[in-house]
């Protein structure tokens, strides 16, 4: 099944890259949030959406494109989470650090997960206690996270925020790289980067999938209290994520 899912998540790549080389395609408007969404991300969520449904019928689907009532949900122990395009803000401005995010959650732990970032054609994937990445020449490695003396911390390019600068202030030894979208966790999983500090919101369908790569990569992905980043829908208020870090 996580080949079919890598494929899928190739289809919808391909769809965006079409919007991408061509910005005349592109219709853009705004959610209550004020942040855009497109008619790329639309035709994206709907080609991993149909697969999805073809693949496991029985599994219930949440994608950040789609309305849903978070109450009528929370029955839900086994489900699909999925960003069709994660980073949009980077897709609008053309530097290549957007991906497509599909996960499978159990229980309330991601125990699927595939990022594709489409500009690059490098895929990550993982299941349970394993993790790879396809590069753009087609080959495919197992990945795990990797320790250094002197940390490379990822952070977001387009979600500054005055937690994370008391943060840094903190530590002595690291080197910095902001980064778009999912990236910075797929980053943590090759052993390329060791900590993704987040203080700002996020939502489990911006989560999920690199969280799954983390922890098959040997990684974790706590709250700042500790606790494990939880899909659970039963034990939750909203789709909005505890401020959390994901560390090699």
């Known amino acids: 099944m996580l080949d079919q899912i890598c494929q899928l998540a190739r289809n919808a790549g391909s769809c965006i890259m079409k919007f991408y080389n061509n910005q005349k395609l592109v219709n853009i ?12 991300d639309y035709e994206a969520n709907n080609i991993i959406k149909n697969g999805l449904l073809l693949i496991t019928p029985d599994i219930p689907i949440i994608s950040e494109e789609e309305s849903h009532n978070f109450i009528n949900n929370r029955h839900w122990n086994n489900y699909w989470l999925i960003d069709p395009l994660d980073g949009t ?8 650090e957007f991906t497509v995010n599909i996960s499978l959650i159990k229980n309330g732990v991601p125990i699927l997960g595939v990022i594709y970032a489409p500009f690059f054609n490098t895929l990550y994937s993982s299941f349970h206690q394993n993790a790879w990445k396809e590069n753009n020449l087609g080959i495919k490695e197992k990945i795990n996270v990797a320790q250094a003396d002197v940390p490379l911390l990822v952070t977001s390019r387009s979600h500054p925020d005055k937690e994370l600068k008391n943060y840094l202030e903190k530590i002595k030894n690291y080197k910095l790289k902001k980064l778009g979208s999912s990236l910075k966790f797929c980053l943590i999983a090759e052993g390329t980067a060791q900590i993704y500090p987040r203080f700002g919101n996020t939502h489990i369908w ?3 999938a690199g969280h799954a790569i983390i922890i098959a990569a040997g990684g974790e992905v706590k709250t700042w209290s500790g606790k494990d980043l939880n899909y659970s829908l039963s034990s939750r208020y909203s789709f909005v994520n505890a401020s959390f870090y994901a560390s090699a």
């Open 29 to 40: 408007s705004y959610k209550s949030d004020n942040t855009p969404i497109t008619n790329a």
């Open 89 to 96: 803000k980077e897709f609008l401005k053309k530097n290549g």
């Open 206 to 208: 911006d989560t999920a």
